[in-house]
């Protein structure tokens, strides 16, 4: 079992920047891909990044590319998204998620994701 904590949401002004953090609990952090989707009201759950399991390899939403950049820290622990540039239409609630692999082939679709965090909501204003 898995246990996904988010935190570093909040309210900011267009152009403005975030940073998210994810506290995961697992033994063997290390052998979990890790990603955040976000989802706004009304509206489905979507990806936003993705990283391998040893952070070399990273995959962005074409909506964010350039402007986010996730990392991980895998003695720590924790995975980040850093959020540069923010537009009103990254309003929503971020939610960090792990799933198991044996390889560094990361998935981007929410359905494969196995662990979740509670979410942290982020508030762009214009």
């Known amino acids: 079992q898995v246990q996904l904590v988010e935190s570093g949401g909040g309210s900011v002004q267009a152009g403005g920047s975030l940073r998210l953090s994810c506290a995961a609990s697992?033994?063997?952090?290390?052998?979990?891909?890790m990603a955040w989707f976000r989802q706004a009201s009304g509206k489905e759950r979507e990806f936003v990044a993705a990283?391998?399991?040893?952070?070399?390899?990273?995959y962005y939403a074409n909506s964010v590319k350039g402007r986010f950049t996730i990392l991980r820290d895998n003695a720590e622990k924790m995975v980040y998204l850093q959020m540069n540039s923010l537009k009103p239409e990254d309003t929503a609630g971020y939610y960090c998620?792990?799933?198991?692999?044996?390889?560094?082939?990361?998935?981007?679709?929410?359905?494969?994701?196995?662990?979740w965090g509670q979410g942290t909501s982020v508030t762009v204003s214009s």
């Open positions: 990283i391998s399991r040893s952070g070399g390899s990273t």
């Open positions: 697992a033994r063997t952090f290390s052998n979990y891909a």
């Open positions: 998620a792990a799933l198991w692999l044996s390889t560094e082939v990361v998935p981007t679709t929410p359905a494969r994701y196995k662990y």
